[in-house]
């Protein structure tokens, strides 16, 4: 079954504790991207890779890094995680940033 | 950068009744998607429609890209069509490719 799939799908953490989303589709797509869903703002993009070789900002790219060392894999990470981080996060993939995106189920993450 | 507007925030419809979400883009944008927001939070696309008119079933979208705006258009609408609808796009001039969503028009179908 074609599929972006996320994990932890919930984590409650505390502030300052590193901690990495991972993000994997199966669809050989080229184009991932990483979007935070906060109430009232819809989605905003964080990151967004074109394919192994290219990665660059979205929005809201700030406290956020993600790598790119595989086509199936798009990790988000939290170097050092804090309060305004909480929020919900999608990852979502496409063939190429013209075509149409697939999301994975979302991680909700909580920040205290 | 690219305003996205969505309208109206908010619906609510009697189950058969027909409607149109609108999404109002305040410069050139390219690749145009819909989105349904299920009740469970799943996103699904809908639509990628930069240009023209598509149909799937019930559902349709037409985006007029010269006048910056696109329709989404559900008829003899279900509850299961209940949901948060999404437009997103690239901006046509950046010359980046990320995408930018509206905030949202938030439908509820009532049996």
């Known amino acids: 079954e074609a599929q972006v799939t996320q994990n932890p799908r919930y984590l409650i953490t505390v502030t300052g504790k590193k901690l990495t989303v991972t993000c994997s589709q199966n669809?050989?797509?080229?184009?991932m991207s990483w979007y935070r869903q906060d109430p009232g703002l819809g989605l905003r993009q964080i990151y967004y890779?074109?394919?192994?070789?290219?990665?660059d900002k979205g929005d809201v790219p700030e406290g956020y890094k993600v790598s790119r060392k595989e086509k199936r894999n798009f990790p988000l990470i939290l170097e050092s995680p804090s309060p305004n981080q909480t929020s919900l996060y999608f990852c979502?993939?496409?063939?190429?940033?013209?075509?149409?995106?697939?999301f994975g189920d979302g991680t909700r993450l909580s920040i205290l | 950068g690219i305003q996205v507007e969505q309208s109206p925030p908010d619906l609510i419809l009697q189950e058969g009744a027909n409607s149109t979400l609108r999404c109002n883009f305040s410069?050139?944008?390219?690749?145009l998607q819909w989105f349904h927001q299920n009740p469970w939070g799943q996103l699904i696309n809908l639509f990628y429609?930069?240009?023209g008119t598509k149909q799937n079933g019930r559902l349709s979208a037409t985006t007029v890209a010269t006048e910056r705006y696109s329709l989404l258009y559900i008829s003899s609408s279900q509850t299961t069509d209940s949901g948060v609808y999404f437009c997103?796009?690239?901006?046509?001039?950046?010359?980046?490719?990320?995408?930018?969503f509206g905030t949202g028009t938030r439908l509820k179908v009532l049996a």
């Open positions: 979502a993939s496409s063939g190429a940033y013209d075509q149409p995106q697939h």
């Open positions: 669809m050989n797509h080229e184009y």
């Open positions: 890779s074109m394919n192994v070789e290219v990665t």
């Open positions: 410069d050139s944008v390219n690749n």
């Open positions: 429609i930069p240009s």
């Open positions: 997103a796009a690239t901006s046509a001039d950046s010359g980046t490719y990320k995408y930018i």
